[in-house]
T-cell receptor, first 111, second 114 residues
Framework: DAKTTQPPSMDCAEGRAANLPCNHS???????VYWYRQIHSQGPQYIIH???NNETNEMASLIITEDRKSSTLILPHATLRDTAVYYC????????????FGQGTELSVKP | SQTIHQWPATLVQPVGSPLSLECTVE??????LYWYRQAAGRGLQLLFY??????ISSEVPQNLSASRPQDRQFILSSKKLLLSDSGFYLC?????????????FGAGSRLTVL
């Protein structure tokens, strides 16, 4: 599994874009980058994943650098309900689905 | 539709007592199933995962065991609880069996050992 590094906490103003960085300098060529989030006292929720290309879905956008050593999760218009811990995970494709969660980034969206 | 159920949602148990947490999945067959634990203020720790009936892999040595008696049922057990077993236990199943490691989590079971 690729080791990932995230800042422990971030603040974002409501309505603004939240940009959450993740470093994964040891990621191998076949390892995807996954993002999950966990709202307090709930189970984690899948957000998005990608390999090389940037990805976008109804929840967020994922920007992966060309060298794949880092990525950024973008919540385009953060709301108070986006306050959560965000986890960036590097995991081999089709390897039993064992996702190893780190400490994540605690995002606080403020009014 | 596919859903995952966990119970009980909350329980308080004395040290030394047994434990049984149950997880069931509906709307899919032969899912990969996982048990995670989250201690207070800490990240998620993968405890067990299963790729099929009777197939259990343990990720960390501990006071817990897991069983999969049926395709869509995953049980977490302990014979004698320790204080350190307190935490938030999450069951998950894997969607996207063609490759993507997308896990769907249950609502969790919060265990307090006194």
């Amino acid at each position: 599994d690729a080791k990932t590094t995230q800042p422990p906490s971030m603040d974002c103003a409501e309505g603004r874009a939240a940009n959450l960085p993740c470093n994964h300098s040891t990621i191998s060529g076949n390892e995807y980058v996954y993002w999950y989030r966990q709202i307090h006292s709930q189970g984690p929720q899948y957000i998005i994943h990608g390999l090389k290309n940037n990805e976008t879905n109804e929840m967020a956008s994922l920007i992966i650098t060309e060298d794949r050593k880092s990525s950024t999760l973008i919540l385009p218009h953060a709301t108070l309900r986006d306050t959560a811990v965000y986890y960036c995970i590097g995991e081999g494709y089709n390897q039993g689905g064992k996702l190893i969660f780190g400490q994540g980034t605690e995002l606080s969206v403020k009014p | 539709s596919q859903t995952i159920h966990q119970w009980p949602a909350t329980l308080v148990q004395p040290v030394g007592s047994p434990l049984s947490l149950e997880c069931t999945v509906e709307g899919t067959s032969n899912p990969n199933l996982y048990w995670y634990r989250q201690a207070a203020g800490r990240g998620l720790q993968l405890l067990f995962y299963s790729v099929g009936i009777g197939q259990i892999s343990s990720e960390v040595p501990q006071n817990l065991s897991a069983s999969r008696p049926q395709d869509r049922q995953f049980i977490l057990s302990s014979k004698k609880l320790l204080l350190s077993d307190s935490g938030f236990y999450l069951c998950a199943w894997r969607t996207g069996l063609m490759g993507a490691n997308v896990l769907t989590f249950g609502a969790g079971s919060r265990l307090t050992v006194l």
